[in-house]
């Protein structure tokens, strides 16, 4: 079993910076892309920021030159490092990893179980 842990939201002022972080652990023979995705009540989750294992991205327009994803692939963890946050970016941020439990072997996605950011106008 695979699980991902998320940490590093909170509450801001408009304009300020979180950088939230996501640590995946247990039966992982290899990550290939992961990703933060976000969520308001009554909403559909949606992507906020996708990166390869090889380090290609890829943004949603709304944070596109103000969040920035990066990985550490020998520690399996994924980063959102948000900058010049807004009002509207108050959302539960969730991780995933698309994930090889064995070689050769169907990949698997999985969740983390989300973080609050909350950005006070």
């Known amino acids: 079993q695979v699980q991902l842990v998320e940490s590093g939201g909170g509450l801001v002022q408009a304009g300020g910076s979180l950088r939230l972080s996501c640590a995946a652990s247990?039966?992982?023979?290899?990550?290939?892309?992961m990703g933060w995705y976000r969520q308001t009540p009554g909403k559909q989750r949606e992507l906020v920021a996708i990166?390869?294992?090889?380090?290609?991205?890829n943004y949603a327009d709304s944070v596109r030159g103000r969040f920035t994803v990066s990985r550490d692939n020998a520690k399996n963890t994924v980063l959102l490092q948000m900058n010049s946050l807004k009002p509207e970016d108050t959302a539960v941020y969730y991780c995933?990893?698309?994930?090889?439990?064995?070689?050769?072997?169907?990949?698997?996605?999985?969740w983390g179980q989300g973080t609050q950011v909350t950005v006070s106008s």
């Open positions: 995933n990893a698309n994930t090889y439990i064995v070689p050769g072997a169907r990949s698997t996605l999985y």
């Open positions: 247990g039966s992982i023979f290899s990550i290939n892309a």
């Open positions: 990166i390869t294992r090889g380090g290609s991205t």
